[in-house]
């Protein structure tokens, strides 16, 4: 993102927790700072991408980010959260901007400018932000007000999980019947139970590969999007069955 965003031109400054990535940063022709304060002084706008809900809580509103933005900016999240996180923070931002644009996609897509947002916040704070998150997001899909990115995010991952989940039964399945998974995934990509993740997942050749590539990040957006449903009354139904069957075919 940051090369993306350097190459376009844009004056972009980054948190460097360490000297070699400070380092980094700077051949990268970024520059450098040491603290969360120096990002946020005199930027048009601030983009956040870390891994967790609790280190976008303790970033945003533990940290001294924002009170150091200016009003008038905007905020832009990309990390994976609550939704209630990110309506605390726009709460707390003021006269600041606050969208929450979850990413999907790999350092591919970001390489290639082709990764996937979905964007809440205002038609207004979207425009604004659009000239620098087009440097690495393509498509750019505002979904509704704050929050919705998140929760668009959140069950588009439990629909991922869900998938795997599917796959790992039909493996169990085809073991059942003598067909084996290495011969099982490459057909099935060629009938009519193709998919994306099918063809993601034959490229890594077996569903427990794929899953212990992606586990991580797909295991910690599961458990926020169970909390909210749970908070909201409601549950994962036929989706949460199916992530279940993940965990049982992998143990």
Do not use: W
Not at 20 to 48: F, P, S, T, W
Not at 51 to 58: N, S
Not at 105 to 124: C, E, I, K, M, N
Not at 219 to 246: F, N, P, Q, S
């Amino acid at each position: 993102m940051v090369a993306r965003l350097v190459g376009a031109g844009h004056d972009v400054r980054v948190l460097g927790r360490s000297a070699d990535k400070r380092c980094e940063l700077d051949r990268m022709g970024a520059r450098a700072v040491a603290d969360m304060a120096q990002v946020g002084a005199d930027a048009d706008i601030v983009v956040v991408c870390v891994f967790t809900d609790e280190q976008l809580q303790e970033v945003c509103l533990a940290g001294e980010l924002l009170p150091s933005i200016a009003p008038g900016s905007a905020l832009v999240v990309h990390t994976t959260a609550s939704p209630r996180t990110i309506e605390a923070i726009a709460a707390r931002a003021g006269a600041v901007d606050v969208v929450d644009a979850a990413v999907s996609g790999g350092p591919h897509d970001v390489a290639a400018g082709q990764l996937t947002l979905f964007v809440g916040g205002s038609q207004r704070a979207m425009t604004r932000v659009r000239p620098a998150l087009g440097c690495y997001g393509d498509p750019m899909l505002r979904v509704g007000p704050v929050g919705a990115g998140q929760k668009v995010k959140l069950i588009n991952n439990a629909l991922f999980a869900a998938h795997i989940g599917l796959l790992a039964e039909s493996v169990r399945v085809g073991e059942r019947l003598g067909v084996p998974e290495s011969a099982l995934l490459p057909a099935l990509a060629h009938g009519s139970a193709t998919s994306r993740v099918l063809n993601l997942i034959a490229a890594k050749g077996s569903v427990s590969a794929f899953a212990d590539a992606t586990g991580g990040f797909v295991g910690k957006d599961v458990a926020v999007v169970r909390d909210i449903t749970d908070e909201l009354g409601t549950d994962l139904g036929a989706l949460d069955d199916a992530i279940k069957a993940l965990g049982d075919a992998l143990g």
